[in-house]
């Protein structure tokens, strides 16, 4: 299923190349969190992209890094997001080595903070002529 308002990730809806996570990163961050940095630009295109970045000497483990970018994927299909190219990256360490790699803990922290950060992108509603007081 493609389409407006779909849950997919399909390639369109990603950042792949060099040049264009260079470009977005060239701008301040928008938000930040306790572990994350949302970077964001808008999109040339009708629908939002996304990129993820997280480095290895921030989540030693593979299986964390993956956890991290499943859960950023499925909160970026199931919010609604305005059209913009966002970035989330990782930018303090989430465990060591000698902890646990995943846990629910971890998943509950990150769908949280991500959550958060993703929300800040909803699309903004129009705002009307205010509203005219009411007469007695």
């Known amino acids: 299923m493609t389409g407006e308002g ?8 990603r950042i792949l190349k060099t040049d264009e996570f260079s470009s977005v990163f060239r701008l301040r961050p928008t938000q ?8 964001t630009r808008p999109s040339p295109l009708p629908h ?6 997280a480095a290895k000497r921030f989540a030693p483990r593979a299986v964390t890094r993956n956890t991290i970018k499943r859960v950023t994927r499925e909160l970026f299909r199931t919010h609604e997001i305005q059209a913009v190219d966002c970035i989330v990256r990782l930018a303090r360490p989430v465990n060591t080595k000698a902890g646990p790699a995943t846990n ?10 991500l959550s958060r950060l993703l929300a800040s992108q909803r ?12 007469t007695p």
């Open 6 to 13: 779909s849950h997919d990730f399909a390639r369109a809806r």
């Open 32 to 39: 930040k969190s306790a572990h994350f940095v949302l970077y």
């Open 48 to 53: 939002a992209r996304l990129g993820i970045v």
């Open 104 to 113: 629910s803990a971890l998943k509950r922290l990150l769908h949280a903070e």
């Open 123 to 134: 699309p903004r509603r129009p705002v009307g002529p205010a509203p005219a007081p009411p």
